[in-house]
């Protein structure tokens, strides 16, 4: 199995601009999760998707970030526009109902400048 | 209130000892998972092991065991006969029973050195 596939692995991108993380959760599994990783606020859950629907967006900044799961097999992050306090790795992490651990991907590192 | 807590930023250990890596947690649910997961300076989040809430042993894979102590609400991982490549960041994570709420909620973190 390949795992759960993130692209791009590195994002430089202008203050303003649109930003799109992408995610290939592993074959099979039902659950995504998108996370955040930063040295001040940790990880931090943002999106959770249970059969291609969202649960529960609670952790999503503000409206600049949206995510979609138009399928079992595809996940997007967009923000819009980005600013540098954006500046992050983003995770995506899949799972299954009888699994209890989460798979993450290698993460997009991305830096808004 | 912080969910998982990890009070330690930063442990140091000698090659070959055994290490243990503090979490605490704090849950109403009585269904809920625990999990570490070890991120290398490569990034990469890998995970190690999982105690069920339920569960009556102690959780072990290979040469980490997780020390759980319900009562207390604590899983603290314990690392035997540590090796140099041991040396990660560590998460401590919780995932609560809900009916279709499987995300996880990490702890802040132990960073693990590894001294030969």
């Known amino acids: 199995d390949a795992g759960v596939i993130q692209s791009p692995r590195h994002e430089v991108t202008e203050m303003g601009q649109e930003v799109t993380l992408r995610c290939k959760p592993i074959?099979?599994?039902?659950?995504l999760f998108w996370y955040r990783q930063t040295m001040m606020r940790g990880l931090e859950l943002l999106i959770y998707?249970?059969?291609?629907?969202?649960?529960?967006d609670s952790g999503m900044p503000e409206d600049r970030f949206s995510a979609k799961m138009p399928n079992a097999s595809f996940s997007t992050l967009k923000i819009q526009p980005s600013e540098p306090r954006d500046s992050a790795v983003y995770f995506c992490?899949?799972?299954?109902?009888?699994?209890?651990?989460?798979?993450f991907g290698q993460g997009t590192r991305l830096t808004v400048v | 209130a912080q969910k998982i807590t990890q009070t330690q930023p930063g442990m140091f250990v000698q090659e070959k000892e055994a290490v243990t890596l503090d979490c605490t947690y704090d849950?109403?649910?009585?269904?809920?998972?625990l999990f570490w997961y070890k991120q290398p300076s490569s990034g990469e989040m890998i995970f190690l092991i999982y105690?069920?809430?339920?569960?009556?042993q102690n959780a072990t894979e290979g040469r980490y065991s997780l020390n759980f102590q319900k009562a207390r609400k604590s899983a603290n991982l314990v690392i035997s006969a540590s090796q140099l490549g041991d040396s990660a960041m560590y998460f401590c994570?919780?995932?609560?029973?809900?009916?279709?709420?499987?995300?996880?909620?990490f702890g802040s973190g132990t960073r693990l050195q590894v001294q030969p």
């Open positions: 998707f249970n059969n291609n629907v969202p649960i529960d």
């Open positions: 994570a919780m995932r609560e029973g809900t009916t279709g709420r499987r995300a996880l909620t």
């Open positions: 105690q069920g809430s339920y569960d009556q």
């Open positions: 992490a899949s799972s299954r109902t009888g699994l209890a651990e989460a798979f």
């Open positions: 074959s099979g599994h039902n659950s």
């Open positions: 849950t109403s649910d009585p269904s809920y998972g």
